[in-house]
DNA sequence: CACCTTTACTTTGCGTCGTCAAGTACCACC
DNA sequence: GGTGGTACTTGACGACGCAAAGTAAAGGTG
């Protein structure tokens, strides 16, 4: 047990990941280096051992596609794009995340601390 | 294994948790029944195995501390109330959660869903 | 071709924590 | 002294992020 602002940090990164990874691919077909790259941009840390078994679940899930596309500058790669399915799916996530917003806001509204 | 957005939905939750407990707490003392009452108000569904843990947590962590006060209706309740660390580290985690939130705004700007 | 580096994907095990469910305890009222 | 409502506790379980080690493909260098 560890209560410091880095591990509630973590937690609350961890709940908006799906949502994150599935937003930036439904803007443009990458592949898992890319969405590090772009979560980095955005100040979200994420390692590979995270990543990839997500983008496992979220394929099998069937919200996800992916197609192999060779790379000169190493071993071929998989280049992941949304389902219809997975459309669907953030459509709803975009409305649970504002929902969670919503939520934050009326709990911190007398916050002291604001 | 379960991708749903009811799934996702607790992800996001289970993120902000600490974050919401601490703020109504910061604004006025309250008795885990009372908080679970304003999560529920603010849509955010939380159990009672949920939330004492995480008061005991909170409260080793030496964010809280706790006084008993009698009911008329059954018995004794514990009231508990952030202590000055409490409030230090609440002001931290407003700063996360801006920062979260930021972050969330980025990698969905070219969602087209939006 | 043997070796090394870079890049990419995979997998195992661990730790944390929310949740479920069952349990304990206190009080009031009849 | 049961009975019902309220409050707090706890053990087992499962999901999942993450660290770390492993596998594999391509290219460069000699």
């Given at each position: 047990?560890?209560l410091?602002?880095e591990?509630?940090?973590?937690?609350?990164?961890k709940g908006?990941?799906?949502?994150?990874?599935?937003?930036?691919?439904?803007?443009?077909?990458?592949?898992?280096s890319d969405?590090?790259?772009?979560?980095?941009?955005?100040?979200?840390?994420v390692v590979?051992?995270?990543l990839?078994p997500?983008?496992?679940?979220?394929?099998?899930?069937?919200?996800?596609?992916y197609?192999?596309?060779e790379?000169r500058?190493?071993?071929?790669?998989?280049?992941?794009?949304?389902t219809?399915?997975?459309?669907?799916?953030?459509?709803?996530?975009?409305?649970?995340?504002?929902?969670?917003a919503?939520a934050v806001k009326?709990?911190?509204?007398?916050?002291?601390?604001?």
């Open positions: 047990m560890n410091n602002v591990n509630t940090k973590a937690q609350m990164r908006v990941l799906e949502y994150c990874i599935l937003s930036l691919l439904s803007a443009e077909e990458m592949y898992p969405v590090i790259a772009k979560l980095k941009d955005a100040k979200l840390i590979e051992g995270t990839y997500l983008l496992t679940r979220l394929k099998d899930a069937g919200y996800l596609t197609r192999w596309e790379s500058s190493g071993p071929p790669r998989k280049y992941y794009q949304l219809p399915v997975g459309r669907k799916f953030l459509k709803e996530l975009d409305d649970t995340w504002d929902e969670l919503q009326k709990t911190t509204r007398n916050n002291p601390a604001r």
